[in-house]
């Protein structure tokens, strides 16, 4: 009789456990389930409020934001030094708040280097521009010189108001790579306008590719290349490679077809 009353004993207590962990875990999921909606229900459960995005004065009457590293500014090419030489200033022309190309001259690049950046940059083509095809009004903002020559990455400037050529070398193209979304050129003799966000690619220390490299450019208010990927550095033949390479300055052509060269006003790029 002993043993069967404490087996009973030892029977009633588990259920008596079994029971008391029944109603803690239900106590648990309830608490849980009122605490969500309690969080559903207040609206401050989802506001973030730190840390703070830091205040950047607009651009205000064709100025940079307040935030911005002015490239050009109408006065001079300070900024800018050869690619043939860095230890010397670019050789083109300043002239009413503007500089143009001086063929012959050859590339010129920025003094400083830059690796993730939002670019303002306006050019023009001139009235009564002659020539055809990829000899008309052509130039190339590469986003990234990595080196001499027309070495990097090259956004096409070319007069395709009226103008056809082959579709990855038109205006807005990452050249011999990405055709753009629209053809947005303005006539001859008018302003134009290049925003550029410009994704920057990363390398592995063996110099292999990490990530690529990224651009979106609206030309004229129009979106021509959307986040596109690059497939390597710009390659007049054959197909584009990458090559390792850090930090870079912004190189501009002086394409050395025989038509009227091209100006450039208004440059302005803020660092991602």
Known sequence: ??????????????????????????????????????????????????????????????????DAIVLFDGSNLDEWVSVKDSSLPAQWTVSKGAFTVKKGTGNIQTRKSFTDYQLH????????????????????????STGGGDTGYELQILDCYNNKTYVNGQTGSIYKQATPLANACKKPGEWQTYDVIWTAPRFKED?????????TLIHNGVLLQNNTELKGATLYIGKPVYKKHGAAPIKLQDHGDKSEPISFRNIWIREL
Not at 39 to 45: R, V
Not at 125 to 130: A, D, F, L, M
Request: proline share 7%.
């Open 121 to 144: 940059l306006e050019w023009k083509i001139p009235e009564g521009i002659h020539g055809e095809g990829q000899g008309r009004g052509n130039s190339g903002l590469f986003l990234a």
């Open 207 to 215: 110099g292999s590719l990490q990530s690529p490299a990224h651009i």
């Open 1 to 66: 009789m002993i043993c069967i009353r404490h087996k009973n004993y030892a029977n009633l207590k588990t259920i008596s456990y079994m029971k008391s962990f029944k109603m803690l875990t239900l106590s648990t999921a309830i608490f849980i389930s009122l605490q969500s909606i309690a969080q559903q229900g207040d609206p401050k459960a989802t506001e973030v409020w730190s840390p703070e995005p830091k205040l950047v004065t607009p651009a205000k009457d064709n100025k940079a934001p307040s």
